[in-house]
């Protein structure tokens, strides 16, 4: 064990579609770029595409770890990693989705637990349902970017997760509103969003992210804000990543 310490956060929405996955992986090509070791648990488990987006092969996803944990067999989470590259690791959701209802739910805590021994973040992507799965997962990790963009109804989703938070006193989390999705769609302002939800919004990816031809990216399992021009062309957002990255970081020592 390395015994790293280091910080989990998890991207949710109770609704799909919204971008919680490219921006998971696009949070872990900033790790990169802050020299901090990463590991992206896929937590979606029916419908996971963190192995796809990074275009990887693997031998081993979360049904094999908990089925050694089932059999006293576990050895530590280093064994059922991919490694993508010199600092980013993947641990995919079951290959085959009949085995993902038998991932027993309170083996979420140690995986991201053991993980962060081992690394110095843990980026852990979801699926939207409102699960043990998920809840697992959001009462394990540091910290939680409620991801929505600016269709009504995504907004309406978020404010009822914000209202399911307050009534269960749920404090760890930060609202990331995603403008990159649907550049032509801006149906409401910052104010009026704020209003709706009732809270405030914290990170603001632009509409100048939008990427036309993204598929072709996932496809080829190119980390877009590992693209050599990335922080030029898209200068705004990347910052917005890297603040996203330094408030976890550091953010919660002060907080
Ligand atoms: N920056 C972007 N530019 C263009 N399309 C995007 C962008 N971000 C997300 N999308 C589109 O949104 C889709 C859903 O994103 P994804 O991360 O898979 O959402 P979720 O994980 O929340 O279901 C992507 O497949 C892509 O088509
Ligand atoms: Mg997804």
């Given at each position: 064990m390395k015994n790293k310490n280091g910080v989990s956060m998890c991207l949710f929405s109770t609704k799909g579609g919204v971008g919680k996955t490219i921006n998971t992986m696009n949070l872990a090509g900033i790790c990169e770029h802050l020299d901090k070791s990463v590991l992206v648990i896929d937590f979606d488990l029916y419908t996971g595409d963190i192995a796809t987006y990074a275009n990887k092969k693997f031998k081993k996803d979360l049904y094999d770890l908990a089925l050694d944990l089932d059999h006293h067999k576990y050895n530590g989470i280093i064994n059922y990693v991919t490694k993508v590259d010199e600092y980013i690791d993947i641990l995919p959701a079951p290959i085959d989705p009949r085995y993902s209802s038998k991932i027993n739910h309170n083996y979420i805590n140690k995986v991201i637990k053991d993980a962060k021994e081992e690394y110095?973040?843990?980026?852990?992507?979801?699926?939207?349902?409102?699960?043990?799965?998920?809840?697992?997962?959001?009462?394990?990790?540091?910290?939680?970017?409620?991801?929505?963009?600016?269709?009504?109804?995504?907004?309406?989703?978020?404010?009822?997760?914000?209202?399911?938070?307050?009534?269960?006193?749920?404090?760890?989390?930060?609202?990331?509103?995603?403008?990159s999705r649907d550049p032509f769609k801006d149906y409401f302002t910052l104010f009026d969003i704020k209003k709706i939800i009732k809270h405030n919004i914290d990170y603001t990816l632009s509409n100048e992210l939008y990427i036309k031809d993204i598929e072709n990216y996932i496809m080829d399992g190119l980390i877009i804000t590992l693209q050599t021009k990335f922080p030029t062309l898209y200068m705004k957002d990347y910052r917005v990543y890297l603040t996203m990255i330094t408030d976890m970081l550091e953010g919660d020592k002060n907080e």
């Open positions: 110095d973040v843990v980026l852990c992507d979801t699926n939207h349902a409102l699960n043990e799965i998920s809840l697992s997962v959001l009462d394990s990790v540091d910290r939680c970017i409620l991801v929505t963009t600016n269709d009504p109804l995504d907004i309406k989703s978020l404010s009822t997760i914000i209202s399911i938070f307050k009534d269960n006193e749920y404090k760890n989390y930060k609202i990331l509103l995603n403008n």
